[in-house]
Structure formats: structure tokens, C-alpha cells
């Protein structure tokens, strides 16, 4: 695998690269391979490469949303770098549309979208990651959703190549994005409309004031681990259940929100996991509701650790 790597892609390949260095958990083992790539086409052919070798390939955005195990990740992790990060503002009529880069943060779109007056975005306040990762987890609070502006994307797979999908063809759902299997998210596009200013600040200061209210700071986490029940929330489930401030070893369930996991300074992701079925287990057996995971398992978790 290093020669070929190598030979496509230089000195922006890393091998055993610790990816703690790359999540908002601080939590994670090695990479076999990690590579930070530049354009569609370079992720085209690092999946073709990949799959005529039977190299697995993983992508890792901003690192927020995810829990990477101790043992790490065997294969590639692929790294977009800050040309996929870009964005390309147009206006049509009285809507502006924006070709956003998958990379970029979230933060930035919801702040350049509120310096030009348009609204739609102002829930977004203060929700960490990358737009790619946003997309694919449908995020959204306070009764907006991501979703709700999305127009089309651009994907890239080994076997269709650098294609577009228009919004029509795009299924969402609750916290969810049905993104077919070893297809990479490279661009998405936004149609957003003029807004009142003042509002929009306005809608913004709320959604930050509550999120600090409510937000663990401190301690690195993954932000919500658990996905909202129908009906309920899973953080107000946890604490009824008396788990707030609950440990397994570094990692704790958080005594500020108790659908956010902390991590303590020396958690393993190991912990993090066995704190993650403690609590979903205590709520099934309190309430006969199963508590959905939010934050996504990615690495080698087949060997008990």
C-alpha cells in the first residue's frame, strides 16, 4: 500500500497517523494510512486504487460526530483538504444559491449567510463539524434542519465517477442522510432567502445562549450521543434514570447534559462504548426504549477491548 500511495500522493500521506489528533473526542487509534486530498478527481482515484487493491477507504471530516476506536482503523482515512472547503455565492431572482465545499465548517456558512442577510441557516449557531458531516447526519435543532435548504449535491464513487444529484433524488430523515454505500460527499448547494438582519442575529444569539446553557465545556466530547426518541429526549430519559455524572473509567455522562458524554482526560474509546451500553441498556429496562446512537462508530471494534 505505501508504494502506491506514495507514489500518488507524496508527502500528504501519513502512516500510523494518531487519529486523537483528528476528534473532538481526543479519543482514537492509529490509521493504517491517512491522506489528505485536494479535489474530486483525487478522491476518485484514491477509491479506485483502493478498491483494486481491497484497501478499505474511511473519510473523517472535522472529527466531531465520531468515535474511532482504540485499536484504530485499518486501511485508509481520507482527509478533504481546504480546496473542498470552498464556497461559491450566486444570485438568482430573490434567492441566493451557494455551492458550499463539504469540508468547510458549518459555523462559517451560518456566519457568511447572516453577514449577506439570508436566512434559513440561523438554527445552525454554534453546531460543530463540517458541512459534509452535517449532511449526513441531517443536523438540525430548534425546529430547523439542514435539509430544508439543500438543493443538490455533488458525490463521487468508483464506480459512477464525479456526479451531481438535484434535491428531488436526496432522501432525509430524522438525524439521517441515505447516502448509498462508498460514496464520498464533495459539495453541497444551498438556496437561502433574504432576511431581516436584526432578526436573524436574533434567532442566532438564541440558539447560541441556549446551546451554552445546555453544552458540556470544558472536556472534549462528540457533542449528542443519542438521538431523540419519538416524542421524548434522550437527555431528559438519562436523567430521570440518575445517570448524569455516571463514569466508566476516564469518560462520563455529563453533569451539565446528560445526552453528552465527556471525556475526562484519559477515556478510551473502549470506555466510551461500555458507558454508551450502560446507559442505553438502563433506559430499556427502565422505560422499554431503545436510545439510537448519534455519534457514529468508525474502526476496528471486532476484538473485545
Known amino acids: 500500500m505505501r508504494d502506491w500511495l506514495h507514489e500518488r500522493f507524496g508527502p500528504r500521506v501519513r502512516y500510523a497517523e494518531p487519529l486523537s489528533r483528528h476528534t473532538s473526542f481526543r479519543i482514537g487509534g492509529p490509521a493504517d494510512a491517512w491522506v489528505e486530498v485536494a479535489s474530486a478527481e483525487e478522491i476518485l482515484d484514491l ?37 473542498l472547503g470552498a464556497f461559491d455565492w450566486r444570485q438568482a431572482g430573490d434567492q441566493w444559491h ?41 443536523a438540525g435543532a430548534f425546529g430547523g434542519e439542514i435539509s430544508n435548504c439543500v438543493t443538490a449535491i455533488q458525490m463521487v464513487d468508483a464506480e459512477h465517477g464525479v456526479r451531481e444529484l438535484p434535491r428531488e433524488e436526496l432522501r432525509f430523515g430524522y438525524r439521517r442522510f441515505d447516502l448509498p454505500a462508498d460514496h464520498i460527499v464533495t459539495r453541497i448547494d444551498f438556496a437561502l432567502a433574504p432576511g431581516d438582519p436584526e432578526a436573524i442575529r436574533a434567532a442566532m444569539a438564541s440558539a447560541k445562549s441556549k446551546r451554552d446553557k445546555k453544552q458540556p465545556l470544558g472536556f472534549p466530547n462528540a457533542g449528542s450521543v443519542f438521538k431523540n426518541p419519538p ?38 474509546a473502549a470506555d466510551v462504548k461500555a458507558l454508551m451500553d450502560e446507559v442505553s441498556e438502563t433506559i430499556w429496562r427502565a422505560r422499554a426504549i431503545r436510545l439510537v446512537p448519534e455519534i457514529k462508530l468508525i474502526g476496528d471494534w471486532e476484538t473485545r477491548e
Open 47 to 83: 477509491q479506485r486504487l483502493g478498491r483494486a487493491r481491497g484497501v478499505p477507504l474511511w473519510v473523517l471530516g472535522i472529527g466531531t460526530n465520531v468515535l474511532v476506536a482504540d485499536r484504530g482503523v485499518r486501511g485508509i482515512v481520507l482527509k478533504l483538504g481546504r480546496a
Open 98 to 138: 451557494v455551492r458550499a465545499g463539504a469540508a468547510a465548517p458549518f459555523k462559517k456558512l451560518v456566519m457568511d449567510a447572516a453577514a449577506r442577510g439570508l436566512t434559513g441557516l440561523e438554527f445552525a449557531e454554534g453546531i460543530p463539524g463540517s458541512l459534509g458531516g452535517g449532511l449526513l447526519m441531517n
Open 231 to 268: 416524542g421524548e429526549f434522550a437527555g431528559r430519559l438519562i436523567e430521570a434514570a440518575g445517570l448524569k455524572g455516571r463514569r466508566v473509567g476516564g469518560a462520563m455522562v455529563s453533569e451539565q447534559h446528560a445526552n453528552f458524554i465527556v471525556n475526562l482526560g484519559d477515556a478510551t
